[in-house]
């Protein structure tokens, strides 16, 4: 179907808006379904005007993810760019140790792991920079021939010792991830080596909903507008949709970009034809398992912690908190003046978190205050409760295999029914841009 047509896009986060731009530039009316009062999905920020500046961290943006920096360079965002230390705090019985991403020299100093481990891994990194274009973060294509079914764990463990693994490679990607390492592919693990070393990280100024914002840019936007049924009706989409307010809504459209969770996308196309999704896909969907992710943060003074550090747990189990991310605010006083403060960003760990998702502020702040102290034992006494926020389907897991079934749900794709979404690789905001823009290509390109 070529320009001209309708396409409605249900969800919008990084990978539906990434579709709006693309599907906008090829001569599509396009209409963008969100849930939420504003675009960016999972990497939009919340805003709160006690703090200055006024954005709550959410996602990060390193220097080699591809589209975005070109979205970044397209809309003049480079001033929107705040670095980030790349030294990460792996804690080990209340003890931290500095390990930086980007330095050898850090890395040899490391005392959690025995020397012959920090060599090993050091090895194993350059071996794996060294295939650095065979290996993607976010390219399931490029990620499927080398998805041998193995996990992270057992491949860390192929290269070093169990310590080792489990106090250099499984911090890394745990504490930016929730999920387990044992759960996960090698692939992932292998990626994140050839690529994090040397990488510069970045928040944006004002949250990184500007990228999103931007892409949606000559899309119809109907927020705060829960999509509740698709059904296919004379070779045309009906959609339906509820506004927050109650108001229902149905429209009909040529085709439609579904870019939602993969649970609700399984759930929304449950009576579609198997012509239009297929078994494949329908699997693919159903199959795809989430760790929830909550974010509870805190307000500490100044010099109580180090400024922009990340704190993660190490070891191999499942740690009552996983990390802390802390931040420079300003808040002001009864006077009105500025006082320097931390904004502190704590994760629970992954059955705390399952256990605590859905559950009142004041029960989730009640669970996690006492638990502080067993990743940082200074942490402040006096700390001020300040915001939470979660998000059930939080980070889709790139288990062993579906790389393989990524690729092939991809090439299957075609009107009137397509997906987007980060878990068609990894839970990265390029990943999720990536599959929205081959989403829209699925639907413009004339077979």
Not at 219 to 231: E, F, I, M, N, W
Not at 318 to 335: F, G
Request: contains cysteine; aromatic residues 8%; negative net charge.
């Amino acid at each position: 179907m070529s320009g001209g047509a309708r396409t409605a896009i249900i969800g919008g986060g990084m990978a539906g808006c990434a579709a709006a731009k693309e599907l906008i530039t090829a001569g599509r009316e396009v209409v963008i379904f969100e849930t939420a009062d504003g675009l960016g999905g999972r990497a939009r920020s919340w805003h709160s005007p006690e703090i200055e500046p006024d954005v709550g961290i959410n996602l990060m943006y390193v220097s080699f993810y591809q589209l975005m920096s070109e979205h970044i360079r397209e809309y003049g965002l480079s001033d929107e760019l705040v670095q980030l230390s790349s030294d990460v705090f792996v804690v080990d019985n209340g003890v931290p140790v500095s390990l930086s991403s980007d330095s050898p020299r850090s890395l040899l100093s490391y005392k959690h792991v025995s020397l012959k481990d920090r060599f090993s891994f050091l090895f194993t990194t350059l071996r794996e920079v060294r295939r650095r274009n065979e290996l993607s973060l976010f390219d399931p294509i490029m990620s499927a021939p080398l998805d041998d079914g193995s996990t992270a764990a057992e491949y860390g463990y192929r290269h070093v010792s169990r310590r080792g693994f489990d106090f250099l490679l499984r911090p890394q990607i745990e504490g930016f991830w929730n999920f387990a390492c044992e759960d996960i592919s090698a692939v992932h693990a292998r990626a994140l080596l050839a690529w994090m070393g040397g990488s510069g990280f970045y928040v944006f100024r004002g949250g990184m909903e500007i990228i999103a914002e931007k892409n949606a840019e000559g899309a119809d936007l109907r927020l705060s507008h829960q999509v509740t049924d698709l059904r296919l009706v004379d070779g045309k989409v009906r959609v339906t949709a509820l506004h927050t307010e109650g108001e229902p809504v149905t429209e009909t459209f040529d085709d439609v970009l579904i870019a939602t969770p993969a649970p609700i996308a399984a759930k929304l196309t449950a009576a579609m034809p198997p012509d239009v999704v297929g078994s494949t896909a329908r699997k693919f969907l159903e199959t795809q398992e989430y760790e929830p992710a909550l974010s509870v943060s805190y307000l500490v003074d100044a010099g109580s912690m180090p400024a922009e550090a990340h704190i993660v747990a190490g070891g191999p189990d499942d740690p009552p908190l996983r990390n802390m991310i802390t931040h420079p605010r300003q808040v002001r006083d009864a006077h009105g003046g500025l006082v320097d403060k931390l904004l502190v960003f704590t994760y629970p760990g992954r059955a705390n978190t399952r256990r605590l998702i859905g559950r009142t502020e004041e029960e989730q702040f009640a669970a996690v205050t006492p638990l502080l102290t067993t990743l940082w034992p200074d942490f402040p006494t006096d700390a001020q409760p300040f915001r939470i926020a979660e998000r059930p389907y939080g980070f889709p897991i790139p288990a062993p295999g579906r790389y393989h079934q990524a690729v092939q749900v991809m090439r299957q794709q075609g009107a009137p029914v397509v997906f987007a979404g980060d878990y068609f690789n990894a839970p990265t905001t390029e990943a999720a841009l990536l599959s929205g823009v081959r989403a829209a290509a699925a639907l413009t390109t004339v077979s």
